[in-house]
């Protein structure tokens, strides 16, 4: 009988691990042995480092590791992996420059075309290293050096078949690296003719965005007799090597069900919300900018923190010391809860990172922070870090599945126009991904500002549909025990009061009947 360790250990032996932890999840396990590899991408996407990880990874594993490059010398080879704070200490770099080619045949007399004999004592070259260094892993860096030789298709093909065939027979899992991009793809000796030999492809691109750093992207275009993870992939480069952050997966262990109830503390807006908000739902909390949205989300945070679960708080438009002097300033002191572990406030820089890496990150927060409440203030600096409307319905879809599986509560805040707003908000609706709404308003009675909150959708459980005043004070968040009757068209912002009733600011503050005097 087979056990799930005898399998594992199987998958050892038929996967060579590439060093990037993402990448082997994507390739499921890494490059398969004995065969013949393609990391595509233009200048300056990484390719060199993967490689170079490559053949470390293999090192530090006991296994022999060869670089044959005719695109970098190895003192560039070298340099590269010191900013890196590697040793190419059991590697073998062998440097085939030109010149060295050049010198071999000029002690010849041949009536050979030139690029024919320079291709054969390359690939002689090659095939002579391998045979003395006896390695279980090669990089060839790169063959658009056998591409330019060859000069045909039909000749390129056969030296590949023929190299393939003689790495294959000794047992090496070789990396090809290549120069590809949309303006010099169809020059030379096509990819395909590789593409259709190569065990796996990986394409890797880098685009620079009008503002910020530059993001860089990976794509498994192949991998031969193996169900990889399809799709485009974000990583960067870091000291240290390539960081991907593969795109999320579903759950394969089956959803959460339980939709344990988290309440706020209180009493008014728990009523309102049929008893809180459930894990495993996501919440929406809209209003315009100053209304207290971010305010509510804190208080969600610490009620669970102090309820024994651990929340993970994502800023991607405030420091996390701003939000946390804001919050002591309503009465929310999150600094306990931030200081014993149960509480991780991050914030995320709009110009700087990708959906991808933002997801890794969620993704950590709960499987490794084991957080089962997550905030992202707000939906609006998501959207600027996305970069494509057309694409954040679809990527906050998939991280809002991931996190519903894993029995985490999600709130979103999202920012709407309003009096308060200089110039347009952008936005994309996505209140239809969300379980709950809350919706916050700005409305003027007796000649001052006031806030309201209404819950204008749960999915999970029944609800109220009242509209009740909101108190941020020094003394806490409250929300007002009677519902604001006196009034309509309060979610305009503008609201009438209704011919025959009177309203005081006493009455909107009833709270202090139940939950303690505001004097």
């Not at 704070?85 to 060295?100: C, K, M, N």
């Not at 999320?248 to 069900?257: D, F, I, K, N, T």
């Not at 988290?262 to 909390?285: F, K, P, V, W, Y």
């Not at 108190?471 to 009438?496: A, D, M």
């Amino acid at each position: 009988m087979t056990t799930r360790g005898d399998q594992t250990a199987s998958l050892g032996e038929r996967r060579a691990a590439s060093g990037i932890e993402g990448l082997d999840s994507i390739l499921r396990g890494g490059f398969s042995r004995a065969e013949m590899h393609l990391v595509q991408g233009d200048s300056g996407t990484g390719k060199t480092t993967l490689a170079l990880q490559f053949v470390l990874s293999g090192a530090a594993a006991g296994e022999s590791g060869l670089y044959i490059t005719l695109a970098q010398t190895r003192s560039g080879l070298e340099a590269i992996a010191r900013s890196h704070g590697w040793s190419l200490d059991g590697v073998t770099v062998h440097d085939i420059s030109p010149g060295d080619i050049a010198e071999h045949l000029a002690a010849e007399q041949t009536v050979l075309r030139t690029a024919d004999v320079e291709l054969g004592e390359l690939t002689r070259q090659v095939r002579q290293v391998i045979e003395q260094s006896q390695p279980r892993r090669v990089v060839f860096d790169s063959i658009g050096v056998i591409g330019l030789l060859a000069g045909s298709t039909a000749r390129y093909h056969r030296e590949i078949v023929a190299l393939r065939q003689f790495l294959v027979e000794r047992g090496c899992t070789a990396l090809f690296l290549g120069e590809w991009s949309p303006e010099t793809e169809m020059e030379g000796p096509s990819s395909i003719e590789f593409h259709s030999l190569a065990a796996s492809v990986i394409h890797m691109a880098h685009t620079a965005p009008d503002y910020g750093e530059v993001r860089r992207r990976l794509r498994v275009i192949k991998v031969r007799g193996v169900d990889f993870r399809s799709g485009y992939h974000d990583f960067r480069i870091r000291t240290g090597g390539l960081e991907v952050y593969p795109r999320l997966e579903q759950s394969r262990s089956g959803e959460y069900g339980a939709f344990r109830r988290i309440e706020s503390g209180i009493e008014s807006l728990d009523r309102m919300l049929g008893g809180g908000l459930e894990q495993g739902t996501a919440c929406l909390l809209i209003g315009p900018s100053g209304v207290g949205k971010s305010t509510l989300a804190a208080v969600y945070a610490c009620a669970a923190a102090h309820g024994g679960d651990d929340a993970a708080i994502f800023l991607f438009e405030e420091r996390p010391e701003t939000f946390m002097a804001r919050s002591r300033g309503v009465g929310i002191d999150l600094q306990p809860h931030l200081d014993s572990g149960q509480l991780k406030v991050e914030q995320v820089s709009s110009a700087d990172i990708t959906p991808g890496e933002f997801a890794h990150r969620v993704r950590s927060a709960v499987d490794v922070g084991k957080a089962r409440l997550v905030v992202i203030d707000s939906l609006t600096g998501y959207l600027n870090a996305m970069g494509e409307v057309s694409l954040l319905s679809l990527q906050m879809h998939e991280l809002l599945n991931f996190l519903s599986g894993r029995g985490v509560l999600t709130l979103l805040v999202v920012t709407q126009e309003g009096f308060t707003s200089v110039g347009p908000v952008p936005t994309v609706d996505v209140s239809y991904l969300s379980d709950s709404i809350l919706t916050l308003r700005f409305f003027e009675a007796n000649g001052s500002i006031r806030r309201c909150v209404a819950a204008t959708k749960k999915r999970k459980g029944e609800h109220e549909t009242t509209i009740r005043e909101l108190f941020l004070s020094t003394e806490g968040v409250h929300v007002g025990v009677t519902p604001l009757r006196q009034f309509r068209s309060i979610l305009s912002g503008v609201p009438e009061l209704v011919v025959g009733q009177g309203w005081s600011s006493r009455e909107g503050a009833a709270w202090n009947e139940e939950e303690g005097s505001r004097e």
